[in-house]
């Protein structure tokens, strides 16, 4: 962890996050001919970040997601929460355009995100935007990923309330019913009565409005508790 010297004159103060040296002396050695920005610290983990952020207040913070020990998200979300912090804005720096974190770093409170192959001109209007107190989301991703995610959550939530009129018994029971089991099957692996098993797989049937036990089979998959 080291800090930055502050210079005198109204600049982008910027805090560099990654566990790679390498990358942090690239970011630095980009930042640092522009007569706007200044690099105010690096940090090689997420509770470094957080620690200088606090000593140093800068406005932005370049934060790589996957850091040893505290990672970026928590990071910014401790960030977030931080009393004092909360004119620091968090650019996510990501190296793979499916990183299925970067959607969880927003909601932390990050600022926007970039990838870590954005070139110099890019890199350098991503920090003043964000600076500026703008969003700023790779162009290259942000529909996609966003869309994917949120897809997601909305089909988890909509699963749940479907699920919810089971008991978990009957979650179990349904999951296996998913798999192929019979009644008989389900009993031994939940070590139940065959009779027990196939009084739960009605109870199911009549709860999810199921005709039979291959809407049941549908229903296991459509709801997720049984993986493609």
């Given at each position: 962890?080291?800090?930055?010297?502050?210079?005198?004159?109204?600049?982008?103060?910027?805090?560099?996050?990654?566990?790679?040296?390498?990358?942090?002396?690239?970011?630095?050695?980009?930042?640092?001919?522009?007569?706007?920005?200044?690099?105010?610290?690096?940090?090689?983990?997420?509770?470094?970040?957080?620690?200088?952020?606090?000593?140093?207040?800068?406005?932005?913070?370049?934060?790589?997601?996957?850091?040893?020990?505290?990672?970026?998200?928590?990071?910014?979300?401790?960030?977030?929460?931080?009393?004092?912090?909360?004119?620091?804005?968090?650019?996510?720096?990501?190296?793979?355009?499916?990183?299925?974190?970067?959607?969880?770093?927003?909601?932390?409170?990050a600022s926007g995100f970039l990838l870590k192959d954005a070139g110099p001109a890019?890199?350098?209007?991503?920090?003043?935007?964000?600076?500026?107190?703008?969003?700023?989301?790779?162009?290259?991703i942000t529909r996609r990923l966003i869309a994917q995610v949120t897809a997601q959550?909305?089909?988890?939530?909509?699963?749940?309330?479907?699920?919810?009129?089971?008991?978990?018994?009957?979650?179990?029971?349904?999951?296996?019913?998913?798999?192929?089991?019979?009644?008989?099957?389900?009993?031994?692996?939940?070590?139940?009565?065959?009779?027990?098993?196939?009084?739960?797989?009605?109870?199911?049937?009549?709860?999810l409005g199921a005709r039979d036990r291959a809407q049941l089979v549908v229903i296991?998959?459509?709801?997720?508790?049984?993986?493609?």
């Amino acid at each position: 962890m080291t800090v930055g010297t502050p210079r005198a004159g109204a600049r982008v103060r910027v805090l560099l996050a990654d566990d790679e040296r390498l990358v942090r002396s690239g970011f630095r050695v980009l930042l640092e001919v522009e007569d706007d920005v200044e690099v105010v610290g690096e940090a090689t983990n997420g509770a470094e970040a957080v620690e200088l952020a606090r000593a140093t207040r800068p406005d932005v913070v370049l934060m790589d997601i996957r850091m040893p020990g505290v990672d970026g998200i928590r990071a910014t979300a401790e960030i977030a929460r931080t009393a004092g912090l909360e004119r620091v804005k968090v650019l996510i720096l990501t190296t793979y355009e499916t990183d299925a974190y970067v959607f969880e770093a927003l909601e932390s409170g990050a600022s926007g995100f970039l990838l870590k192959d954005a070139g110099p001109a890019e890199l350098l209007h991503a920090i003043r935007v964000v600076a500026a107190g703008d969003a700023l989301l790779a162009p290259r991703i942000t529909r996609r990923l966003i869309a994917q995610v949120t897809a997601q959550r909305a089909a988890a939530q909509a699963s749940e309330r479907r699920l919810a009129v089971l008991t978990s018994r009957e979650r179990e029971v349904l999951a296996l019913v998913g798999k192929g089991l019979s009644n008989d099957e389900i009993g031994a692996s939940l070590f139940l009565s065959p009779a027990t098993a196939r009084t739960h797989v009605s109870h199911a049937m009549v709860k999810l409005g199921a005709r039979d036990r291959a809407q049941l089979v549908v229903i296991a998959y459509e709801t997720g508790l049984v993986g493609t």
